[in-house]
């Protein structure tokens, strides 16, 4: 058990990102990835972050069974971003489940398929044994890697915790079955289940993993900064970061990311008339997507997040909240 945790003091950039080939052609040129989080990494958003230089974008959390049955709803959260590598993660606990959503996937553009052992919420992890929870049982989580390698031709990579607590740290032996099973990438949060979101991600124990196993490894958890990244990619050794909360309302954020780690120079936050425009185009996209009632309802967050810490934001915000249509906000 690592008891390092990280240090939220400045440190220079680690150095040059280098690309990673994931096999299939598909090769990340920038590995500072944008993570995949429910209700927030839609299509609209994720095509935005990739616009703005993110290296890969992952789709929200989707479950395999709602992918098997259809639902059209699901179908549409695995639509892809365009041109580039774009990921589509899902979940689940049955292996025959899991191939044939990971070939539906594949088959509405997906260059790469993540399987998720990392969700920590009860409903998936203890009411569907998925997510966080396949930790628990190595042998079930292979079958469903197997499965998953076997239905498709494009790679594979997994996204998973340190463990189920601080009991069972087996990150590092599941990696090891996992690279066994082909998944081409490991991607590890620095907590376990038990943890949720709380306490800091112990980026240091990342580096377990990196040594356990050949195939690269990516570390998230907590990358709020530049030095944030910096550090992660130190203590744990990693080949690229994985950016979750540090992107909510800063869809230009990995840009910086990979500009700092490669350079060791920052990109200067974009001025306020670059932010509205970036604001304006991403809710255009919400409501191309989903149309203005739903559209609205889903800029509503996204806009707390771009105007949060400027002058006036708690005003603008409250407005944005009454108005039953948006549109006037942005003109």
């Not at 500072?32 to 990494?41: D, E, H, K, N, R």
């Not at 935005?48 to 959390?61: D, H, P």
């Not at 289940?193 to 356990?212: E, L």
């Amino acid at each position: 058990m690592s008891n390092a945790v990280h240090s939220k003091t400045a440190v220079s950039a680690a150095g040059p990102l280098a690309p990673i080939a994931l096999g299939g052609g598909v090769i990340l040129e920038t590995p500072v990835i944008l993570a995949p989080m429910s209700g927030v990494t839609d299509l609209p958003f994720r095509r935005l972050v990739r616009a703005l230089g993110a290296g890969l974008v992952v789709s929200e959390m989707i479950a395999s069974w709602a992918m098997v049955r259809e639902n059209r709803n699901t179908l549409r959260m695995a639509e892809v971003a365009g041109d580039g590598p774009n990921a589509i993660q899902l979940a689940g606990c049955d292996p025959a489940a899991m191939a044939a959503a990971a070939r539906i996937a594949v088959d509405q553009g997906a260059d790469l398929i993540d399987v998720n052992f990392g969700c920590p919420v009860k409903k998936v992890a203890v009411g569907q044994a998925a997510g966080s929870a396949l930790m628990r049982d190595e042998s079930a989580a292979a079958r469903l890697l197997e499965a998953t390698v076997r239905a498709v031709e494009v790679p594979v990579t997994l996204k998973m915790r340190m463990g189920w607590d601080h009991a069972n740290l087996n990150a590092p032996s599941l990696a090891r079955i996992a690279e066994q099973c082909g998944i081409r990438m490991v991607t590890v949060h620095g907590r376990t289940r038990q943890q949720f979101y709380t306490g800091s991600a112990d980026w240091a124990f990342v580096r377990q993993v990196k040594d356990a196993v050949s195939i690269p490894v990516i570390v998230n958890g907590d990358i709020l900064t530049e030095d944030d990244a910096a550090s992660a990619l130190e203590l744990s050794g990693a080949d690229g970061v994985m950016i979750g909360r540090g992107c909510y309302g800063r869809p230009w954020f990995p840009a910086q990311v990979a500009h700092f780690l490669r350079t060791g120079t920052r990109l200067a936050e974009p001025d306020l008339s670059t932010q509205k425009s970036i604001l304006q185009d991403h809710y255009h996209l919400m409501l191309s997507q989903f149309g203005t009632d739903a559209g609205v309802r889903l800029a509503r967050k996204h806009v707390s997040w771009y105007s949060r810490g400027l002058p006036g934001s708690a005003d603008f915000r409250a407005a944005v909240t009454r108005l039953p249509d948006g549109a006037r906000c942005w003109t």
